[in-house]
């Protein structure tokens, strides 16, 4: 969803963490925290835009190939996870300042619905869902991207480090979000998709489909002829994370020619998320406290 970014009275998410400390971790010297300004949003915005449209294949409008930031109208509303790198090379003649390496967008539920809803409802119908589970809190997550000398398992672990620590204090139910994979045929993603529609689709109180106008089927290979072995190699590492962690599926995937990807929708209750991995980063959020 394009457009520019309007901060028109809006208060955005990312400069009121709500009573939350905005440093959220530590590893080594890497620093999880929230964007608490609208320049450390901007330079989260630059980071998408090296990642989306010129290392991988969206097609910018505009207002944001002028800025050279990926930017739109959801960016004001929603809070902005950073991961810093205090010991980044420093740039000639300028002072030394931690480099965005790694960002994540949240919106929160309350907040989508005091403005324009969800992101994800332009792809997928979440409203039933939620309808049916008035007394949850829901997550959106969306907007995620890593520099590609960081994209290994600590930067990783500091990001769900960031959202844990998060969905403890806003005492967040359910996240859920779309998560890409590369390219607009499905034919030639058939692998990927065929795997996640037979072996991680979601149970029908969390099935979410993608609106009927956008559908595509994701059932391409039968069952049985998938080496799942292969699928799960050929799925990105974020979707293969929010497996491990108990995510599913919903049915049907969504083209996005503007982003070059094909969606799928990741539903994930907090309650499903596999103990060992809230064991690891403790109940109460401590293992990387910052």
């Not at 800025?67 to 509303?77: F, H, K």
């Not at 799942?228 to 919903?250: D, E, F, N, Q, V």
């Not at 070059?260 to 406290?289: C, E, Q, S």
């Amino acid at each position: 969803m394009g457009g520019g970014l309007k901060l028109g009275g809006m208060k955005s998410g990312g400069l009121d963490a709500g009573g939350l400390d905005p440093v959220l971790g530590r590893i080594g010297s890497l620093e999880v925290r929230l964007a608490t300004t609208k320049r450390e949003i901007r330079r989260a915005q630059r980071l998408r835009y090296r990642i989306f449209y010129n290392e991988m294949s969206a097609v910018p409008n505009a207002a944001c190939m002028l800025a050279q930031r990926d930017m739109d109208d959801y960016d004001p509303i929603c809070d902005h996870l950073l991961v810093l790198d205090h010991d980044a090379p420093r740039k000639p003649f300028r002072a030394h300042k931690p480099r965005v390496v790694g960002t994540y967008r949240l919106l929160r539920q309350e907040v989508a619905n005091r403005y324009f809803g969800f992101y994800t409802a332009s792809e997928f119908n979440v409203q039933p869902v939620i309808d049916a589970n008035p007394e949850l809190n829901f997550l959106e997550l969306g907007r995620s991207c890593v520099m590609k000398p960081y994209r290994n398992k600590r930067t990783v672990e500091l990001l769900w480090h960031g959202i844990w620590t998060y969905v403890l204090h806003h005492r967040i139910d359910v996240m859920f979000g779309c998560a890409s994979l590369e390219g607009v045929d499905p034919a030639k993603l058939a692998l990927p998709l065929s795997f996640l529609h037979h072996f991680a689709r979601a149970p029908e109180e969390w099935n979410v489909k993608a609106l009927p106008e956008r559908f595509v089927s994701m059932d391409l290979q039968a069952k049985e002829s998938i080496d799942a072995k292969a699928a799960l190699h050929s799925l990105p590492p974020l979707i293969k994370g929010y497996l491990r962690l108990g995510g599913t599926i919903g049915e049907g995937a969504v083209v996005d020619r503007q982003f070059g990807t094909t969606d799928v929708l990741v539903m994930l209750p907090v309650k499903a998320i596999n103990p060992r991995y809230i064991g690891h980063f403790g109940a109460t959020a401590n293992r990387h406290a910052a």
